[in-house]
DNA sequence: CTCATTTGACCGAA
DNA sequence: TTCGGTCAAATGAG
């Protein structure tokens, strides 16, 4: 826990150098500036930078306030009959954690591209919500018996803010690897909204059903949240997609093994403003699933 | 034509 | 009953 706490320092400080040297670009910029309409778009990329930073320093600051302010409350852990309390609580706590996707530019359409190919079957108004939740399985379902689902959500708040739950595994091998060679900034957070949750119940072969693994996704999330918001950030600089992998100029994480099994992931994307086709997006979150996959988040499957 | 999306129907859980 | 997730026929895009 430290630990971490340590690591959402390091990676604050991080961000704020980042937007620092963004910043004095962008003054570099302002004075040596022609006419030519590259150097507005350098401008443009720029302030977007700075506001994807400006993103990620808040939401780090955020959880930081969180884990040292709302410590959890010991009273959830160990209480009563263990059995009954889960199945009372396996019910309202499918809403637990959610999945946040920063998209910088108002990108209206909500399709959060993110390295794999899905196939929406469903929408959804959501009682409480203004926007509609739509439903997507992956497209390999029924030839690679692939059981991953998202749901994606518009947030209330925020029109510019998706929020995208991930439940299942994939299980198909059809990442859409788009290298194609950036120079986009990307930074990825991952973060858990919820309550509390601190049993884990279902065995990982239940995942693999296309039913009723998502409680146990659950609540292996909220185990997270149990240990206090754990937050993932990831930046990527000039990476490259090789050989099944990613590499990375800078990444900063903490990861968790102890989100072991489950399938459904909670993340903050921030998405530059140029980001318009998916193709250069599926490649971060390529980078972002290939981590996730095959570090921690799954290792339990 | 094929394949994806839309959208109301359907169903299970609470 | 309501709510949310999924199904599937109709529709649209290419």
């Known amino acids: 826990m430290q630990k971490m706490m340590m690591e959402e320092k390091l990676v604050i400080s991080e961000l704020e150098l980042g937007k620092d040297l963004a910043n004095r670009l962008m003054s570099n910029l302002k004075h040596t500036s022609s006419s030519s309409s590259s150097a507005d778009s350098n ?6 930078i700075l506001r994807v930073y400006q993103n ?18 010991p009273e959830i852990d160990n209480d009563k009959d263990s059995k009954i309390m889960f199945k009372k609580r396996k019910t309202s706590d499918k809403k637990t954690e959610k999945v946040k996707v920063f998209v910088t530019t108002g990108q209206e359409n909500g399709s959060i591209e993110d390295g794999h190919c899905w196939r ?9 919500s ?29 029109p510019s803010v998706y929020e995208v739950k991930y439940l299942g595994n994939h299980t198909c091998n059809n990442i859409i690897t788009s290298p194609k060679s950036t120079n986009m900034n990307f930074s990825v957070s991952m973060f858990e909204e919820g309550r509390n949750r601190v049993n884990v119940t279902e065995k990982s072969e239940d995942m693999m059903k296309p ?13 997270l949240e149990n240990k206090k918001n754990i937050f993932r950030t990831f930046s990527f600089l000039n990476h490259e997609f090789e050989n099944g992998e990613w590499k990375s100029n800078l990444f900063l994480g903490e990861l968790s093994p102890a989100t072991s099994g489950s399938g ?4 903050i994307v921030t998405a530059p403003a140029s980001l318009k086709n998916s ?9 972002l699933d290939n981590i996730i996959d095959q570090d921690w ?3 339990a499957l």
């Open 56 to 73: 990620a320093i808040f939401m780090l600051s955020l959880n930081e306030h969180k884990n040292t302010l709302k410590r959890r409350s």
């Open 279 to 287: 193709e250069t997006a599926d490649s971060y979150f390529s980078s």
């Open 130 to 158: 203004k926007n509609p939740r739509a439903y997507y399985r992956c497209t390999h379902r029924f030839t690679q018996n692939c059981v991953a689902v998202k749901q994606v959500q518009k947030s209330d708040t925020d």
């Open 43 to 48: 401008k443009t990329l720029i302030s977007e």
């Open 264 to 267: 459904i992931t909670s993340e």
């Open 120 to 128: 929406k079957y469903g929408q959804k108004e959501i009682h409480g």
């Open 211 to 223: 039913k009723k693994s998502e409680e146990a996704m659950m609540i292996n999330l909220e185990d």
């Open 297 to 299: 988040l799954w290792s």
